[in-house]
């Protein structure tokens, strides 16, 4: 491609500081290094670790930064190294890698990859060092290694997932991040038996993809709860069939779920980034059996605080980054799902915005309205 080690100029939405609204600007986007590959972003969505992060509630604030990480994208040109991917392959970026080489990577159990699992404190290459973004010469920021608020990224090859093309990208964006870590926590690691009983703790996108994975898993009650009883209409298109709003009760929701099924629930998967909801995810699990997965992020001052008689009791803690799935390895074959019609997509995409309007996705997350917003680069 003509752009192939060269500078691209494009526009970025950047956070210049903490909670402000993005900028659009004009950055410098340097050639792909090393192992890396340029990325022409087509679709991006908000989730809730970017707003998280740009809130700067989560570990060292770094900025200014160009967040985003949930999309859909070209590979534009490749680096030195790179052979598993060529300029025209569709890609869908993941804040998590599989380098394919290292003992996580290796195991069977694990997609916790040594050299590329999530970094949210890192703001540069891990080739070098550097950022590969600029504006008159000053670095900005990267994000999880992804940085899909900006019309060309630059990505380690080992946080590309490649596609199949005929795969619409406005619409799989959406399994980048959000979906496939929902449906993953249910499918792959709470591992929900048929006929059981699954709490879902949280129905965003996350919390809906949880839902929808353990139906598929073949769970019969699916309890969602929210504080937000807006969700709870939208959640039954997602298999939840029946709901608990923590508010509308003068006990702990874990009381009110233990006297709704006998003494616990199978299985919960906590979906909310709050410490209360992940304590009461837990402790509302049956004891012998119970399984537990939390999946939110949590503030980085949070304890998690339980009696350990609830562990000796027989319940099982558990805690997953993108639903256990290995990016490279099996993304494609949830974006396969979708193609074969077993995963609907479209129900969790309730809003779309052009990128100039970035902002206003931030404010729906904030309102609790609908469930992922799609940002179109291109108009
Ligand atoms: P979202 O904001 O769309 O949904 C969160 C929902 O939780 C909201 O409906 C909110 O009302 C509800 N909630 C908040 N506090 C609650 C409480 N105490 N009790 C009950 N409900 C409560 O967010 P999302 O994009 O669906 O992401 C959900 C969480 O998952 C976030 O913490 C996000 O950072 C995290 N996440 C983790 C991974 C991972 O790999 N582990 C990947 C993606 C997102
Ligand atoms: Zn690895």
Redesign the pocket.
């Known amino acids: 491609m003509a752009t192939a080690g060269k500078v691209i100029k494009c526009r970025a939405a950047v956070a210049w500081e903490a909670s402000k609204p993005l900028s659009i600007e004009e950055v410098e986007v340097a050639p792909p290094q090393a192992m890396e590959v340029h990325v022409k972003i087509l679709f991006t969505s908000l ?3 970017d707003v ?1 992060f740009w809130e700067a509630k989560g570990q060292t604030p770094v900025f200014p930064r160009i967040f985003g990480h949930e999309a859909g994208g070209i590979v534009e040109s490749v680096g030195e190294g790179v052979t598993d991917l060529a300029p025209g392959d569709h890609v869908l970026p993941v804040f ?1 890698g599989e380098c394919k080489e290292c003992a996580h990577c290796k195991s069977a159990e694990s997609n916790m990859c040594d050299l590329l699992r999530i970094n949210t404190d890192r703001g540069v290459m891990i080739g070098d060092g550097k950022s590969r973004f600029s504006i008159n010469g000053k670095p900005i920021y990267h994000f999880v290694g992804t940085s899909t608020f900006s019309e060309y990224s630059v990505m380690h090859v080992g946080c590309v997932a490649k596609i199949n093309p005929e795969a619409p990208l406005d619409k799989v964006c959406v399994l980048s ?2 979906i496939s ?2 449906l993953g926590a249910s499918i792959n690691v709470a591992k929900p038996p048929k006929g059981s009983t699954v709490a879902i ?7 809906l993809a949880a839902a929808e994975g353990a139906r598929i898993a073949g769970a019969s009650r699916i309890i969602g ?4 009883p807006n ?1 709870f209409e939208e959640a039954k298109k997602f298999g939840c069939t029946e709901f608990v709003n ?1 508010k509308d009760h003068n006990k702990p ?1 874990q009381e009110v779920l233990a006297e709704m099924t006998n003494g616990g629930v199978d299985r919960s998967v906590e ?4 410490i ?2 992940m304590i ?1 995810a837990f402790e509302c699990v049956h004891d012998g059996w119970g399984v537990a997965v939390l ?3 949590p503030h980085k001052d949070a304890e998690f605080k339980t009696h350990p008689m609830n562990f000796l009791n027989e319940r099982t803690l558990k ?5 256990n799935y290995k990016p490279r390895t099996d993304l494609p074959n949830v974006v396969e799902l979708y193609m074969k019609k077993e995963l609907e997509v479209e129900k969790f995409i309730t809003h779309s915005v052009p990128f100039a309007e970035i902002n206003k996705a931030f404010d729906l ?1 904030a309102k ?1 309205e609908g ?1 992922r917003c799609i940002i179109r680069m291109e108009n």
């Open positions: 989730c809730h670790t998280y998590t991040c959000g870590t929902g703790f949280g129905l965003g996108a996350v919390g709860i929210d504080l937000n969700r923590p929701a979906c909310t980034g709050n209360h909801a009461q999946v939110g992020v805690g997953t980054f993108f639903g997350m609790g469930i």
